[in-house]
Structures are given as C-alpha cells and as structure tokens.
C-alpha cells in the first residue's frame, strides 16, 4: 500500500512535527540525514500500516500540494493558512509553532487617534486587510517580503501587521504591540478526497498524533 504522505513545513514546524514521530515510536533517521533530499521515509516498525513518507516544503507551498492531493496531509501555521486560505480539512492543533498576529508601531505613538490616513506594512497582507475591515477602518497595506520592522524605522509606514513570538524583535527595534489581532499554532490539514479515500488510515495518524501532543 502507498504510504500516507505528509507536507510539513520546512525549518521550526518539521523539527517539532519529527519529534512528534518520534514520540509515536517512528524511526525518523532519514529526515534526521537527509542533507539535500526533499522526499524521505518514516517507516513505522511497530505498526508498519502506518509508515508515512515526509515532504519537506515552504509553508504556502504545503497548503498547494495539500489541495491538489499530491500530499494527503500537511503540517502548516495558522498564519499562513489565515493568509492563503484554500479548500482542505484542517483537523488538528498541533500546540507547537505558538505565537500570534499583531499589530506594532514606534513606541509612544498612538496609532489609533486622528483622522489622518494610515499605512501599515505587512508579510501578510490579506490578514491585515481582513483585520482593518473589521474595525471599519480604511488603511493602506504595503505588502513587504521580510524584516517588517524595518518600514516604520525608515518612514515607510505608520505600524505593522506580524507575527510576534518572544517580543525581542519589536522590542530592540523600539517597537510595541498595538493590539493583539489572533493566536497561532501548527495544524495539521487534510486533503478533502484523501479524507474520504483513506478514511481509516488518516483517522488512525490523525489518533495516534493527537495521542503524543
Ligand atoms: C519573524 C517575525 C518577526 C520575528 C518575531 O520573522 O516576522 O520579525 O520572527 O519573533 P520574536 O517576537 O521572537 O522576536 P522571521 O525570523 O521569520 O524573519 P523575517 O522577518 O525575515 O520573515
């Protein structure tokens, strides 16, 4: 039988979703070894029906290969699938990759007051408009790649929309949360077909890595 097929996102996420394999008693070597390959073995020698096959992707790229059903399941951030969206069954919380959205400005300025336009930068510019909407309020989102924190220090924009987990980088930046926007955590999505396709082994993996959480 094929094994079940698992997207996980590269870096953070697939290191504690490893550890999470190895807590359910499989052998993860090859990821462990896997210098430059993409597709590695986790075989299961306790319950071989359960053996899986690892796919090492970014983050808005496990979400595509989850929906087109070339990977059965996937191991993604809140964050991306708040910004990307898509069509698949996002059955678990992972508990781990915990951090959240929120929005940041200089320290001291207020963002909120007057009647001036704002502009705000973001790596997530979908989640940023949603959130704005939601407060009635217009604002130009400048959509930036990385080191958000930047466009407030050189004037680009009045605040950020991010992820915050520790706090240091807004802190030594002299930035400060505005207003925590939402929670995010590692889930784990599922293929809507392969959910019905292969209904008895994904519930059983689906049990047995909510049983190790
Ligand atoms: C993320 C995020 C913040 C930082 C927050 O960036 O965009 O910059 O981590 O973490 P902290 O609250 O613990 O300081 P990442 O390291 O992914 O790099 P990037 O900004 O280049 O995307």
Redesign the pocket.
């Known amino acids: 039988m094929k094994p079940i097929r698992i997207a996980l996102t590269k870096g953070r996420l697939e290191k504690d979703t490893v550890a999470l394999f190895e807590r359910m008693g499989m052998d993860t070597t090859q990821v462990k070894e896997k210098g430059r390959r993409l597709i590695l073995p986790v075989p299961d020698p306790w319950t071989p029906v359960r053996s899986i096959e690892v796919v090492l992707a970014k983050a808005a790229d496990v979400i595509t290969y989850v929906e087109h059903g070339v990977c059965d399941l996937g191991v993604v951030g809140k964050d991306t699938i708040a910004e990307s969206g898509g069509s698949f069954y996002e059955v678990l919380d992972l508990g781990f990759g915990r951090?959240r959205f929120a929005l940041a400005a200089p320290k001291g300025s207020d963002f909120f007051s007057g009647y001036q336009a704002r502009t705000v930068a973001s790596?997530y510019p979908g989640v940023s408009r949603a959130y704005f909407e939601r407060k009635g309020m217009d604002v130009e989102i400048i959509r930036i790649?990385?080191?958000?924190?930047l466009a407030p220090l050189l004037g680009l924009s009045d605040a950020i929309v991010?992820?915050?987990?520790?706090?240091?980088?807004?802190?030594?930046n002299g930035l400060e949360v505005v207003e925590e926007i939402m929670p995010i955590s590692a889930r784990l999505i599922v293929n809507m077909a392969c959910m019905k396709l292969r209904k008895s082994e994904i519930e059983d993996l689906i049990g047995a890595m909510e049983h190790q959480l």
Not at 145 to 149: A, I, K, R
């Open positions: 951090c790596k790649e990385g080191s958000v924190e991010d992820i915050v987990e520790t706090g240091s980088t807004l802190r030594e």
